[in-house]
């Protein structure tokens, strides 16, 4: 089968008139109905001629996206990835859903999302190898892109739930500077944590998707408003400095496969003989604890609002998940606060490293997905830039011995997403990542 066109491809096929919009969803259908019995990537699925019907004017106009299960759709059960509701229905969309449907975008369906967006896995596979992990949370989300069902799917990320499915399954996943996507009408893991990120097939087409659809006024708490971003040649977009790469060594680098950290080596040498210049970075140990920080801020915070499902109905939550509630529950107020400030503290901080660099590549998990589908990966690699809430991008690169995708992350400073996605943009074209599509 041909490589599925990606977003920007089919947006101006699309507009051009050189792509029916019709011809476009039945290949969309096509493409799920051959895969789905072994990827099982979505929970419900438009049927085609819903999906025509959909269908109106604007820069999306044709494009199906998938939409992951904790992110309200009306007409669409939104199970939020729980027993608890297998029959849910929301009367009105999320804010984004909104912008998607305005902009002319479809709705191809809800992906797999695991419980609550937390560990409980659901039973999307990777679809390199069926026997592997997608990775989590955002399951459905990645698979769907990486197999060519849909060019944009929405997904979200309270610890490593973007970076690491991206990764897992070799497609682009672009967390946002924390605020700067709308959350009304997403179900909340952890509302000081909570970013709402995009999966594409290329950098251009996750800016793309950005513009189109971030906060462009502050209607919700936390939100924050970044400009549009343009594409710029790397030169222009670092004011013609040399770009300045720092390899970030961390505490927990011994959980990193060799074929990780030859991941990283290979990106960093690709960088360097392009032009860049590449050293390695440590952080303070305040840094490293912003991880168990955004532990005790996720398990506060989620023992809140899942209490009166704990209440209602405990034999549906998984063990996963009643843990999670418990660990909140013992948590102090103090406690709560400590993170809190630190979480802010770190934030404000980071701004002095990215003044002596542009950007920061680290691995994006510990390896290759893991075999089986019961666990969903460690999102230790991804966790403290979820906490501080700075713009991260996860990238392909190579493949391991199994022939499982490998990628790396790149950070960038807070507010800072244009310049991010340049030198992503500009990375990119070094990997020159083959075998895209499984």
Wanted: a negative charge.
């Amino acid at each position: 089968m041909k490589p599925a066109l990606d977003l920007l491809q089919a947006c101006e096929l699309i507009q051009k008139n050189q792509l029916k919009v019709d011809d476009y969803l039945t290949q969309s259908v096509a493409r799920a109905d051959e895969v789905e019995p072994e990827l099982k990537a979505f929970t419900v699925r438009a049927s085609l001629k819903d999906l025509q019907s959909q269908s109106r004017s604007g820069p999306l106009q044709g494009i199906p996206v998938a939409i992951k299960d904790i992110i309200a759709a009306k007409d669409f059960v939104t199970t939020n990835g729980s027993p608890i509701y297998k029959d849910f229905v929301p009367s009105e969309d999320a804010e984004i859903v909104k912008k998607i449907r305005n902009l002319g975008g479809v709705i191809f369906g809800k992906s797999v999302t695991t419980e609550f967006a937390w560990r409980h896995a659901g039973a999307t596979t990777n679809p390199w190898n069926s026997a592997h992990t997608p990775g989590g949370s955002s399951s459905g989300s990645a698979a769907a892109v990486a197999s060519g069902i849909v060019p944009l799917a929405l997904g979200s990320q309270t610890a490593g739930s973007i970076i690491r499915p991206a990764s897992y399954c070799g497609v682009v996943g672009y967390k946002a500077s924390f605020g700067a996507v709308p959350r009304k009408g997403v179900h909340p893991v952890s509302g000081s944590l909570d970013h709402i990120g995009f999966f594409t097939r290329s950098v251009a087409d996750a800016r793309y998707a950005f513009n189109l659809l971030r906060n462009t006024v502050i209607e919700e708490e936390d939100a924050i408003v970044i400009p549009e971003l343009h594409p710029k040649p790397i030169r222009e977009a670092l004011d013609n400095t040399k770009l300045r790469i720092a390899v970030l060594k961390t505490p927990f680098d011994d959980l990193l496969s060799q074929e990780q950290i030859e991941a990283v080596q290979i990106a960093a040498t690709l960088l360097e003989k392009s032009g860049a210049h590449i050293e390695e970075i440590s952080l303070p140990q305040s840094y490293w604890d912003g991880i168990e920080a955004l532990a005790v801020l996720m398990a506060c915070e989620a023992a809140v609002i899942h209490e009166k499902h704990l209440e209602k109905f405990p034999e549906l939550m998984s063990m996963d998940m009643r843990e999670l509630i418990s660990k909140g529950n013992a948590c102090s107020v103090g406690d709560y606060i400590k993170a809190k400030n630190l979480q802010m503290k770190l934030r404000l901080s980071i701004v002095e490293y990215f003044q002596n660099l542009d950007v920061i590549l680290a691995a994006p998990a510990t390896g290759e997905a893991p075999k089986g589908l019961g666990f969903t990966g460690n999102p230790i690699f991804c966790s403290l830039w979820t906490f501080i809430g700075t713009p991260a991008i996860a990238l392909p690169v190579t493949k391991s011995s199994n022939g499982l995708p490998l990628g790396i992350q790149l950070i960038g400073n807070y507010k800072e997403d244009e310049k991010l996605l340049n030198i992503a943009q500009f990375a990119e074209t070094c990997f020159k990542t083959a075998d895209r599509q499984p």
